[in-house]
């Protein structure tokens, strides 16, 4: 692990200020990780980190599409946290159903580690959001799972299928995703049905 270089700074808690350097510096990690899918210009291969910050300003654009009443706040807070625990973990990809059973253990082991590097109050939070985020029980969390489902769809679509032709994913195969787009948000759901369509028309996706 990387270790936070010697703090001077008079007047603070040293301990909690190095558990959080510490934290901080592990997290950078996230920054290695690749996803699957491309970016939107087809260059390279998107990573974890650019993943979490693209969710992060799309919740923001697409607040006015979120059900009354939901905290944007909140949800941004759990979209920049929601994949830190990839770093052990690794990205699954949503349609590998083999490495889909060990997920959830893997991410939770993974999510005792990393939180509890941060001073005890802040790893209580911060776990707290991941747990929320997964468990998809909340407004926040359901529009912050379906901003998080509908962006690798809009990156396929913009590279002529992308990891959709790559894998051979048949259009039931998305579509079967596009429901908790639609518990999260109706208006992002009817788009990514409506950008589904499209794609098979396209011949992004194949037939089951």
């Keep these: ?5 010697p703090v001077f700074t008079s007047g603070v ?4 200020l190095t558990a959080q350097l510490r934290f901080v510096l592990e997290v950078d990690k996230l ?3 690749l ?11 998107e990573n974890d980190a650019e993943h979490s910050w693209h969710l992060a300003v799309s919740a923001r654009v697409f607040a006015e599409y ?15 946290l929601h994949d830190i625990v990839e770093i052990d973990a690794g990205d699954t990809f949503v349609y590998d159903t083999g490495a889909s059973g060990s997920q959830m253990e893997r991410e939770c082991l993974a999510a005792d580690r990393i939180f509890a590097l ?6 209580v939070h911060a776990r707290a ?7 998809r029980e909340t407004a926040e969390a359901r529009f912050a799972k379906a901003v998080d489902r509908l962006a690798p769809m809009l990156a396929n679509w ?40 499209d794609a098979e028309r396209r011949g992004y996706l194949g037939r089951s």
Aim: aromatic share 6%.
């Design 1 to 5: 692990m990387t270790e936070p270089a």
């Design 13 to 16: 808690d040293h301990e909690r």
């Design 31 to 33: 920054k290695r990780i």
């Design 35 to 45: 996803r699957r899918n491309l970016l939107i210009d087809g260059s390279r291969r």
């Design 66 to 80: 979120a059900p009354a009443g939901t905290n944007i706040e909140h949800v941004v807070e759990m979209l920049l």
């Design 118 to 123: 941060l001073p005890s109050d802040q790893a």
């Design 129 to 135: 959001l991941w747990d929320e985020f997964e468990a």
């Design 158 to 197: 913009h590279t002529d299928g992308g990891t959709w032709v790559q894998f051979g994913v048949s259009k039931d195969q998305v579509l079967e995703k596009v429901k908790i787009i639609s518990e999260g948000s109706e208006a992002l759901g009817a788009y990514a049905v409506a950008l589904i369509d």
